[in-house]
């Protein structure tokens, strides 16, 4: 990155190119912020240049989704407090390059002492910014004794319960500390995980980690609704960075909340979700469409003809039945039927090889942002998994909670620093 | 795709919309083809658009490398020699249709009967071809008794030799049939797979699948080289598409090497290495640069300024000491040293998540395609496994071997036709 950019252009680079196209339908583009009566969104021109890294709420949940994901939990394996903040300060920094397309510290990879390992690990050498953004979480976990932190965990960082059908694999699931890297192209965001984790080397160690492709859900109303693994559009509902009002009821924390140090942060819970692929490919497109409630062509709700139109349940075909059923999969997350409960979903596709079993191990590794899990994420999924038609389809297999701290403000601050002066 | 190709422009569709600047310097796009004196290779004007399908040899190999991978291996589980052809045949109509952005079957995601299971899986409706190729090759394990095959196998898909310090995971290596595929876009490659598995069910079944990002090698002087993991430029002493006389000494089998079914086709060996990315990571910059004998900013070898300066291996340092050590990687890889051996290498870095030790699981899935492994392949790889200072950081973990049959003619034709009448 850094001294190279403009002088050499990357093979992948050249998804910068198209910033006059770009800017028509775009990525990284959001709409008009005229709507919005809090600070402009962060929003990039082009796919390939940066967000801002300083502001009120950390990047990464607002933003318009970007197309790669690699997520990472630590465990944190220092004993010292003192160590584990400067370790969050030496992140903050690494963060505030990389996210600006620079390389992760200033002796780069390539510019240092050759008898010295280099500052970076070169491989995002000559890529742009490419929309990284990089979203830090502290688990339940971290809240223990070791830290003396006990006291500061939020209420709202309740344990999830156990949920019915769960197969949860305990080695993939929860963690210390998360790291969400999202970017339009995979080695810029594998790139920055791998030197957080270098920079952590002796302090952290990496728990579990996860790549994932093709944001399944959109989060501006400028995005075209991407599509999920089952071949449905994702996000056509979902709560989006336009939403003002919303996002402050139903997003960020407030400091009336209870745990001051978290206000104008959020909660992240993540779900591994597998898909049974080969039996949902011989599934006919009738049942499939009667599962989620929506058409697979346009993502109309059943009995409408556009995929924007309003859900309406009441609603009765010919033969006196609801268009939509009673355990179809938007019927029980609606908010209408959850309490007037929103979740902001970002999660990704993946493919993780096979199952040897002949099987593709494959799904969606669900991520959704919200001010309280408790009145959000839980409901919600307790409905699910009891009731939802795609249980037939699905497993969760991995699960994750995560107190996500508020946006760096400038370069004085760091990740966390509410939390733990 | 089909139907709503234009009309609805996805969020990943606009990569495509870059084709005036994609046009300068291009992913898909090849020099001019006054060098060559064979037909003009495929090309792409802007990265979503569709490689022919058709032609004299299988796309996939020297088309400029595509930024996405996904790779199955499948064992036959049908005892039936008419029922493999039959899929062949199918696969070879559905690839047709996939590779030039159409649905895997004509009755598409949501155009068939709502009673029936759709013909395509749906995930890449409204996605553009995204420079999509399909590569089929044939393990030595599908020449055994079952299809009658015994008495085609060529003499250059023979056994690979162990070799020294790998470690091979036989789940994850070998197999009867391999597809390649390759995109600009992740949802594309991972699409075209599964509707592969979903029209094989019941006659073959997934042995194991690695999904790539980034590829590591450039296969066209058009493009800039990317980087490897291990942050260093690879693919600069490739073999490329421009090299028409070296690839028709060293890329495709002629009807002279002994299997005239094989004529046009080429062999593909595939080994997936593991990086111990956190100990390369804390090695000095001038060691790692040692290791490679090129440096790591430009490219250049060791002694010369510019990426693309000729090797000197005589060439000696102040010290009285070789630029390039005997054990370098490019020393011992050279054609120079190798009785004039070349590879056309066309890897993908993957990232796998985690190992349950701290460390992330990631490295190069390397392919490589060439005339004859025996005289090109096995003689270079065993150099290096025996002397590159590179083992101390790497880990071969699975290997395969595919003899890739020439290319599809036409509508009439089929992949494998010359091995199976
Ligand atoms: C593999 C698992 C899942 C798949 C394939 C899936 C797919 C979908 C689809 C296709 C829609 C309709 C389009 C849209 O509005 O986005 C949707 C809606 C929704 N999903 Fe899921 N989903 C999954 C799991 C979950 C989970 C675990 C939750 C939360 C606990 C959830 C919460 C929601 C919500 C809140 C909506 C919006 C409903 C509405 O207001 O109309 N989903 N999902
Ligand atoms: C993780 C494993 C590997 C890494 C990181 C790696 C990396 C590199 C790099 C950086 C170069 C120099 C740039 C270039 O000319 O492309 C190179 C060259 C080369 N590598 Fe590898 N390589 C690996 C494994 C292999 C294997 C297994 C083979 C074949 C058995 C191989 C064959 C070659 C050849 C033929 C060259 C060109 C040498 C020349 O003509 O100058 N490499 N590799």
Redesign the interface.
């Known amino acids: 990155m850094s001294d190279s950019r403009g002088a050499?252009?990357?093979?992948?680079?050249?998804?910068g190119?198209?910033?006059a196209?770009?800017a028509?339908?775009?990525?990284g583009v959001v709409a008009s912020n005229t709507l919005l009566d809090e600070a402009p969104v962060a929003h990039a021109a082009s796919?390939s240049d940066p967000f801002p890294f300083y502001g009120e709420h950390q990047a990464g949940v607002v933003t318009p989704?970007q197309?790669?994901l690699?997520f990472?939990a630590f465990?944190v394996i220092t004993k010292n407090r003192a160590e584990l903040v400067e370790l969050l300060q030496e992140w903050t920094a690494a963060a505030a390059r990389l996210t600006q397309g620079k390389e992760a510290g200033s002796f780069g990879?390539?510019g240092?002492?050759?008898?010295?390992?280099?500052d970076?690990?070169?491989?995002?050498?000559?890529l742009p910014a490419s929309g990284l953004t990089l979203t830090i979480g502290f688990g339940a976990s971290l809240f223990d004794e070791r830290f003396g932190l006990a006291g500061k965990r939020p209420a709202a960082l309740a344990d999830l319960p156990k949920f019915p059908g769960e197969q949860l694999i305990p080695?993939?699931s929860g963690g210390d500390i998360c790291v969400q890297a999202c970017a339009h192209?995979?080695?810029v965001a594998?790139h920055a995980?791998?030197n957080l984790?270098?920079i952590g080397?002796g302090k952290v160690?990496?728990?579990?980690?996860?790549?994932g492709?093709?944001c399944t859900s959109?989060t501006s109303r400028a995005?075209?609704t991407?599509?999920?693994?089952?071949?449905?559009k994702d996000g056509t509902n979902n709560l989006k960075l336009e939403d003002a009002e919303l996002l402050r009821d139903q997003l960020w924390a407030s400091a009336q909340d209870g745990s001051a140090w978290m206000a104008g942060g959020t909660y992240m819970v993540t779900r591994k979700i597998r898909m049974a692929?080969?039996t949902?490919?011989?599934?006919?497109?009738?049942e499939?469409?009667q599962i989620f409630g929506r058409?697979?062509?346009e993502g109309a709700p059943l009995g409408k003809q556009a995929e924007f139109d309003a859900v309406d349940f009441a609603a009765k075909g010919a033969d006196g039945q609801p268009h939509i059923k009673a355990d179809a999969h938007v019927r029980l997350a609606h908010p209408s039927n959850n309490s007037n409960a929103h979740l902001l979903r970002r999660g990704y596709?993946f493919?993780?090889?096979?199952d040897?079993l002949?099987?593709?191990d494959?799904g969606l590794f669900f991520i959704a942002y919200q001010r309280d899990p408790r009145k959000q994420f839980v409901p919600v999924q307790m409905k699910l998994a009891k009731n939802d038609a795609l249980n037939e389809y699905i497993k969760h297999v991995s699960s994750g909670l995560f107190a996500c701290p508020p946006g760096v403000r400038d370069a004085g601050d760091y990740w966390g620093r509410t939390l733990f002066e």
Chains 1, 2 share one sequence.
């Open positions: 050499r252009m990357s093979r992948r680079g050249l998804f190119l198209g910033a196209g770009a028509v339908v775009g990525a796919i989704a197309d790669r690699h990472v465990d990879a390539v240092g002492a050759p008898e010295a390992a280099p970076d690990t070169g491989e995002a050498l000559g080695e993939i192209d995979p080695q594998v995980i791998r984790a270098r080397f160690s990496v728990r579990w980690s996860q790549l492709f093709g959109s995005q075209a991407p599509r999920n693994l089952m071949g449905f692929i080969e949902w490919d011989r599934t006919s497109l009738a499939q469409e058409n697979k062509g596709n493919v993780d090889g096979s040897g002949g099987r593709l494959a």
